[in-house]
């Protein structure tokens, strides 16, 4: 499973909270650095919407790679927890209030978003970060587009320089990540060739691709011809094999960094990519997931406070998307 790094907003600091007579609300803690045991779903003060912010009611959380390295202390040169730390990205749910200043949404509204400190049951950030939700759409389930589509589609749109009419390899492609690029790709006018292992071929009619190549097949593997662009997702050997596929002049485009063997394809334009927030983005693949359009395998509904056994499932893999509903 690709670990995709994801920048972060300029306020990563601790959940802004009014402790002096409001509520607690519940969440999922890291309590310690370590595995899914230093999880504990505990109460925490209640999240107050800032400037700017709206407060949402938690309707579903997916889990991200980020999240496991966030608890067990792996970037934590650049993302020290405070403890006890509530960690997340992706969340759906309700805007129950909102901050001086917002405009664009009320109260009411559905939305899903890209944000911060999100294994809780309430959730204030920026309102920029959050889209709205199609009103029948199951809001729970909405909560598996934003990293992995603003991920996968930023990954062909702005990463690959993909131009109508090239042709372009998506490995990856059965997961979320891969799935979301390959949509950016057909509706940018590309043939796409979703590079797939040998036991997801029979999702094959879910991704939406032009063509599916087992890129653990050998034999496949080698009839696979020069592309312009590689969109890449995969870590590791396939990852280096897969320059070989790249035309001279094209680009391989990664979310997992640069490749071992970069060096040895000089004319191949390498571009490692972080993605980041953006709602437009997160709407625009809403709206592809709710028209039928794309497909992101739910594998996983949890119970928020088991919050540490729904990441030992994810980190497991082969399932979809895990969400934790609170």
Partial sequence: MAVVLVTPCADRGPVRCARNGRSQVKASV???????????????????????????????????????????????DRWQLNFPAIIGLDVSGTVVATGDGVTGLTVGERVCGWSYHTYAELVADKASLFARVPETMDLAE????PLVGVTGSQLVSVA?????????????????????????????????????????????????ADETIALDDPAAFAAIPQVD?????????????????VKDGGTFASVTGEPDGSKDYPKVRIVPFVSKQDRAVIAFIADAVHAGKLTIPIGLR???????????????GGIGKVLLIP
Wanted: charged share 20%; glycine share 12%; net charge positive.
């Fill in 142 to 145: 909405a909560a598996a587009i």
């Fill in 160 to 208: 690959s320089g993909l131009q109508s009419g090239q042709t372009v390899l998506v490995s990856g492609a059965a997961g979320a990540v891969g799935r979301c690029a390959v949509y950016m790709a057909k509706v940018s006018g590309a043939h796409v060739i979703a590079g797939v292992r040998r036991f997801q071929l029979d999702q094959a009619h879910s991704i939406g």
């Fill in 30 to 76: 890291v309590t310690a650095y370590g595995g899914p045991e230093v999880m504990r779903y505990q109460d925490m003060p209640d999240p107050k919407p800032g400037p700017g912010d709206v407060l949402v009611r938690v309707a579903g959380i997916g889990i991200n790679p980020e999240d496991m390295l966030e608890r067990n202390g792996a970037i934590k």
């Fill in 302 to 316: 949890e119970q928020l406070k088991e919050a540490g056994a729904a990441q030992a499932a994810f980190t497991k």
């Fill in 229 to 245: 662009i590689v969109a890449n997702t995969l870590r590791g050997k396939t990852a280096t094999d897969l320059l070989a596929k």
